[in-house]
Each structure stands twice: as structure tokens, then as C-alpha cells.
């Protein structure tokens, strides 16, 4: 990057000292023109359209040549650096800011060879032609994200507990962190779902072991983190159910013995799966049926921030909260699934979220540590990435889940760069 910069400004500086013989040259011209104005008018008007013209284009010319704001596609150079202190890796670099480049050495697995992998996010399997969704590697701004090295990452994870917890897109990340660790193991019969479940969103719970090196990844479906309940007596008609969002989830004991802890929420905060469904917010015994939405998701997220400083030992397990992914569905209604063959060159306003400003806002008033993963700028150029139809129900579009390989695998590759020493 610094020799980059070098010869952006020693081109400028070329550039500038051009530009400063030419205006010389014109002055010069003008001079002339300006003794014989009187007697020749015409030719004087000729000039000054000349050189308006003549600025316009210099204009032009400066601003393909230094554009004021760089690309979101660059091309990097592969570069194999790491810090030997994890921490303090990530404190030097936002790995949060970046672009997508491309990368033919991606993806890291074969999803149809992986049996954790949903049917339903295998896109390739299910027709789609193009793989180059699949290409792009993250780059952040000021750094690199330590490529994956699986059988490092195995050895690293001997032994611990990884629990997500969260909607279909917490799932999604841990079957993908699941595909990418099975890429190092030599006997796929040793990695098993401890029930001998199917992978399926109907579950609440789903834990894979990985027996040759005693490592769990559990996944918990929890879509609004507190806890589900019954009416109220006395409620209105329209309630059917209600949200107690002062008490966490009650399968929330199960989350606490673990090494790695990440989280997620706000796919489901909206009218249509809460009010239009007759659920409605509970504090205690009192119903509110006017609060707001994002009023209750805030109130949600302090009650769970909670939970963690009373509950979790943070000296032992790492807590992570990833904000929201964005979707990419367009049209009036918000209805139409349209997925692109490459990233977007804009995110067009994408890559902000009020769910995601919600959430930092309510971990950075933590008092004990809870890393976030900000992966919002970085999703929203993804609209290449969705499952769109190429599910195992191609009549129903689909532009909020991601294909697998694709997107959720770069989030735990930044996960893991979190984790390595």
C-alpha cells in the first residue's frame, strides 16, 4: 500500500506541474488575444470557448485519473502475514473495513461433500451454474485475515465447547464453520451429530462432535434471545403469544459452559413476524401492547447483556455478538429477489443497519468484554452471494440466507483470526 501511494502522489505532483506549463502557455495565448479583443471579437469569443472547454476536460481528465473515493473491488496481493499476539492482531486492524477481491483459491470446501451442509444453502447442487460467487476472498483495509489453516485451527479448538446461538442465520454460520473443519479430518464417521439429528430448522438444538479431537460446535435456536410465553389473563383477542423480554430465553442455562459463545438477533424483529402473528411484548405481569419494536429489541438486548456480566465467565469463554446480515430483496413491496452475478460496487446504503447500531450501542456499555462482529458493510455488496432460487425450493426466492460456500464462511474465518495465537 505505501508503494501505491508513493506513485499516486509523485503522479499527481507530475501531473500538477503539467497542468501549470499549460495554464502558463494559456495566459500567454490570452495575453494576445486581449491586445487585438477590439478588432477581432469573434476570435475571442472562439478562444474563451476554447478554454472553457479546455478546463472541462483537464477537469475530467484529473478525476478519472484520482478518483476521490476508491473502489470497493481492489486487487491486493496475497499476503501470509500474523501477528504472534492474537489480540493485539485484531486491535491493530478493523478487519471489518475492507473490500472483496477476487480469489480463485477459494472456496475453502465442497458443500455437497460436507453432510452438515443444508440442502437449502447448497446452491451449486441445486442448478446453479455460476460458481463464481463462491471467488471472493475479504480483504480488510489495513491488513490481512491469516489464511485458513484447518488443521491449525483443530488443534486450536482441541478440547472446547463453541456454542451459536441465534435465527436460520446463526445456523447457517455453524454449519459452515462445521464444513470448513471437516476439511482436516480424516474420517468423516468421526464428526457426527451427537442425537444422529437431521440438520433442519425445525430443531432447537444441534450439536456436532468431532470425537478424534473432542470438540463440540453447538448450535441453539433462539431467534429473539428472550424468552417465548404464554397469554396473559385478561389480554385482548388479538394476543396469541407474547415475548417476556426482561427474562432470557429458558434454554439459555445450556449456553453457559462453553469456550466460544456467539450470538445473533433481528431477522425477527419486524411487524410480520411479531404483531401480525398476534406477539406481543411482556415485562413482568404487564403487557405492552404499544411499545415499539425497536424499543422492545433494545430492551431485549440490555436484558441479555445482563445475563452475560451475571452469568458468563468471560475469563474463560469468549463472548461474540455478529450484528446484522443484510438481505438484498428489491421491488415496491420488497418482495422481488433478484441475485446479481458479481458484488455490488455500491452497497447503497446497505451497509448501515438501525438493528446493528442498536446492538453496538448496547455492547459497548457492557462491562465485560463481548467482541462485535460488524459484518453489515461487508454483506451489503454481497448480493451475488443469496440463495435466490437455487434452494431445495426453488419456487420460494430467497435473499436473506447466504449459499454455502459463500459469505458465512468469511465470517468465521475473521471469527477464527480472533481465536488464533
Sequence with gaps: MDVVRNVNWD????????????????????????KVWIFRTSHGLVAIGSLVSFIVVMAFAYLYLFPSVPPVVHSYGISNSSSSNSSSYVEKCNVFEGSWIPDESYPLYNASQCPFAERGFNCLANGREDMGYAKWRWKPKNCDIPRFDVRKVLERLRGKRVVFVGDSLSRTQWESLICLLMTG???NKSVYEVNRNKITKKIRFLSVRFRTFDLRIDFYRSVFLVQPASVPTGAPKRVKSTLRIDKLDDISTDWIDSDILIFNSG????????????????????????MPITTAFKKALYTWASWVETTINTNRTSVFFRTFEPSHWSGRHHNSCKVSRRPWLRSWGMDRSPVSDTIMNVVRKMAVPVTIMHVTPMGAFRSD??????????????CSHWCLP????????????????
Excluded at 413482568?284 to 404499544?290: F, R
Excluded at 459463500?406 to 495465537?421: A, C, F, H, Q, R
Design 11 to 34: 503522479s499527481f505532483a507530475q501531473f500538477r506541474s503539467f497542468c501549470k506549463r499549460v495554464m502558463n502557455f494559456v495566459n500567454e495565448i490570452m495575453k494576445g488575444y486581449w
Design 385 to 398: 452471494g443469496h440463495v435466490g432460487t437455487w434452494s431445495d425450493k426453488p419456487s420460494v426466492p430467497d
Design 267 to 290: 431477522h425477527w424483529w419486524t411487524p410480520s413476524k411479531l404483531f401480525e402473528l398476534g406477539c406481543y411484548f411482556q415485562v413482568g405481569k404487564s403487557l405492552k401492547l404499544g
Design 406 to 421: 459463500g459469505v458465512p464462511d468469511t465470517w468465521n474465518e475473521i471469527l477464527l483470526s480472533y481465536l488464533l495465537p
Design 185 to 187: 479430518v480424516e474420517d
